[in-house]
């Protein structure tokens, strides 16, 4: 009776380490999933998805970790340092398996912006973008909310401007990383503060921003509508010079809805009451939720619960407002 044949052993770590970063290096997008055991020995690979089994994840990582991970004085000291050696891609490779298993490991992140600002002819900043973008949006379980990924984004971004002018603008960080991010671990502060950074380093056409606007304010009302993070972005944005008329169209919508639909959300009231609270414009808005709550409330305890959300929005705005309510 023959034997069933051996299972062929599971890579080492050093082949585990180098596979995964010449995927994850090669300027291509990817979703990155991290496998229950079962899934076998192998790392798994399509056109735009790598699935790794933890425990092989667990090994490249152990050999990640014993590297040596400094750069002494005088890159030329280092035998092999010419751009595109063996030397230097390893130590690409070491650092990413690292932020893989902690995003938040300073001395990896520290070691790629040196050989960023060393080598950035053999590995270059578009790579570097386009890894963080593979991570901001996979559903690993910490790098959507680390602020050290955030930093070295904007590290990026202000350190190889003219290489990076491709990538750059308000809605392409929207569209490549705050939104996945957003969408693969919602109430994502940090994801959000980016954007208000990003907001402040890039001027948009008028055109351009409007459809900003109204994309930002799509998002909130169908996928994060019990989010203060988006809706106080979208306050921000409101507030730029020239969105009168656009103020109005946006208002309208998110007060509408609601009242209507998506009733009982803190959140949206937090951002209606801080939009009205010094437009004088908005005077038809605080009108119509003036008339709302002397309505009273209808039937049902989501009505109920809206209903106490517009007076509460209203007695702040009686109180902190520059309107003039009258009681």
């Known amino acids: 009776m023959s034997s069933s044949p051996t299972p062929p052993p599971p890579p080492d770590g050093a082949s585990l380490c180098e596979q995964i970063s010449t995927h994850l290096h090669s300027g291509n997008v990817y979703t990155i999933s991290l496998l229950p055991a079962h899934h076998g020995p192998a790392l798994l690979f399509s056109d735009r998805d790598i699935g790794i089994p933890k425990p092989l994840l667990l090994a490249a990582y152990s050999y990640a970790h014993a590297q040596p991970l400094s750069i002494p004085p005088g890159v030329a000291a280092i035998p092999d340092t010419t751009p595109g ?42 790579r570097e973008l386009t890894l963080l973008t593979s991570l901001f949006s996979s559903p690993l379980p910490k790098h959507t909310k680390s602020p050290a990924l955030w930093a070295h984004r904007r590290w990026l971004f202000s350190t190889f401007p003219a290489q990076l002018k491709p990538w750059s603008g308000l809605r392409n960080e929207l569209e490549n990383a705050v939104l996945p991010a957003e969408r693969q671990h919602p109430r994502n502060y940090y994801a959000w503060a980016h954007a208000r950074w990003a907001c402040g380093v890039w001027e948009e056409e008028p055109r351009e921003m409007e459809e900003i606007v109204r994309m930002v304010r799509e998002f909130c009302l169908r996928e994060a509508v019990s989010c203060c993070s988006p809706w106080e972005f979208l306050r921000v944005l409101l507030e730029r010079e020239g969105m009168g008329e656009l103020r109005q169209e946006v208002m309208d919508e998110v007060m509408d809805t609601a009242h209507r639909l ?26 119509r939720l003036k008339g709302w709550v002397g309505d009273g409330a209808e039937e049902g305890v989501e009505a109920q619960r809206e209903w106490e959300l517009e007076k509460k929005a209203l007695a702040w705005l009686r109180k902190w407002g520059d309107l003039g309510i009258e009681a």
């Open 85 to 126: 050696s063996p030397a230097i891609s390893a130590l690409f490779a070491s650092t990413l398996l690292l932020l893989l298993c902690a995003p938040e490991h300073t001395t990896a992140l520290s070691l790629r912006r040196r050989l960023l600002l060393l080598h950035h002819d053999h590995y270059t900043p578009e």
């Open 262 to 287: 998506l009733r009982g959300h803190e959140s949206v009231w937090c951002f209606v009451r801080t939009v009205l609270r010094k437009d004088v414009e908005m005077a038809q808005s605080v009108k």
